[in-house]
């Protein structure tokens, strides 16, 4: 994400226009059942792609130029500038194990 947005800074006003979306985990055919093993994707359960693809419109049509897709992804995505890095470093080692 730190990429698209420095190429955005430095493509303002060019009439260039950068998007980032930033959908998470996302529900497709594409996981296997090993994936659903993971704690994290227990706790931060894959978005439904129909609801990434509104996401990735809605993205298209308004002037931001970044959007997190999922309650969850927002949620974990933000949690490590309010929480020390300590227990966020716990908090990643426990979602990354399997059950």
């Given at each position: ?92 080692k426990n979602l990354a194990s399997q059950v």
């Amino acid at each position: 994400m730190a990429f698209s947005e420095t190429l955005r800074a430095e493509l303002e006003g060019s009439g260039v226009q950068v998007k980032v979306l930033c959908p998470g985990s996302t529900d497709t055919p594409f996981q296997t059942d090993a994936m659903w093993k993971i704690k994290v994707y227990k706790a931060n359960k894959p978005v439904p792609a129909d609801k990434v693809a509104m996401d990735v419109v809605e993205l298209l049509f308004n002037q931001k130029g970044r959007k997190k897709s999922g309650f969850g992804n927002w949620f974990l995505s933000n949690l490590s500038r309010v929480t020390p890095d300590g227990i966020i470093m716990k908090i990643k080692k426990n979602l990354a194990s399997q059950v």
